[in-house]
């Protein structure tokens, strides 16, 4: 499975950015798809999630401001995000969950994309 992500760049405090992750491949199922962030010097942080039957999470940190959506249909999963700040500078990262046919079973596996750089100036 091959994750790309797009829609990273450069934003002043209180513009928005869309970002947007499409998976590919062969004989799997996608569960739960996520979107991860990590500042330099900082951990990998869970940003956003939603399941297969559309249940969203997110960071408190991000509550009210962002807002992830899936096209099942497509494999796709984007995140909007408003009011942006300074501190939502970092690069994020799209990662899915999926069933994948190996064989004759199925197996679970997580993927994740390459990264793209959010950038946000004061």
């Known amino acids: 499975v091959h994750l790309v992500e797009s829609g990273g760049g450069l934003a002043q405090s209180g513009e928005s950015l869309r970002l947007s992750c499409a998976a590919s491949?062969?004989?799997?199922?996608?569960?739960?798809m996520s979107w991860y962030r990590q500042a330099p010097g900082n951990e990998r942080e869970l940003v956003s999630s939603i399941t297969d039957d559309g249940t969203t999470d997110y960071a408190d940190s991000v509550k009210g401001r962002f807002t992830i959506s899936r096209d099942s249909a497509r494999n796709t999963v984007d995140l909007q995000m408003n009011r942006l700040r300074p501190e939502d500078t970092a690069v994020y990262y799209c990662?899915?969950?999926?069933?994948?046919?190996?064989?004759?079973?199925?197996?679970?596996?997580?993927?994740w994309g390459q990264g793209t750089q959010v950038t946000v100036s004061s």
């Open positions: 491949g062969r004989d799997f199922r996608i569960k739960d």
């Open positions: 990662s899915c969950s999926v069933r994948e046919r190996i064989m004759t079973t199925t197996l679970p596996r997580t993927y």
